[in-house]
């Protein structure tokens, strides 16, 4: 039976359950590691494929905040078509597909 008394049946409530799930210096060098993984993948992505992101852009709920990222993604996706870096996304797609095929 849930304790009615608890704000959050998630949030920890006390301070021994805010311990208990606190990270250690160990785990917190694993977090900070896969943070930079995820940075660095998005980079790259936001690199390679801009074409994706302007996709994505386009398929956003129309109001400001919207119209400001489609105009931002698009100028990122000219900035990256102009010096190439879009043109490397269908070649590593077939290369993909080749390995898969096998």
Known sequence: MPDRN???PVLPS???DVRAIAPTPETAGRVRDAAMVLAISAAVLAVVDSQGLLTWARDLA??????VTRLLVYAWHVTMDRFGAADIHPILRNLFRAL???
């Open 6 to 8: 608890r704000l959050s």
């Open 14 to 16: 006390t301070a021994e």
């Open 62 to 67: 129309p109001n400001t905040v919207s119209e």
């Open 100 to 102: 898969h095929d096998l």
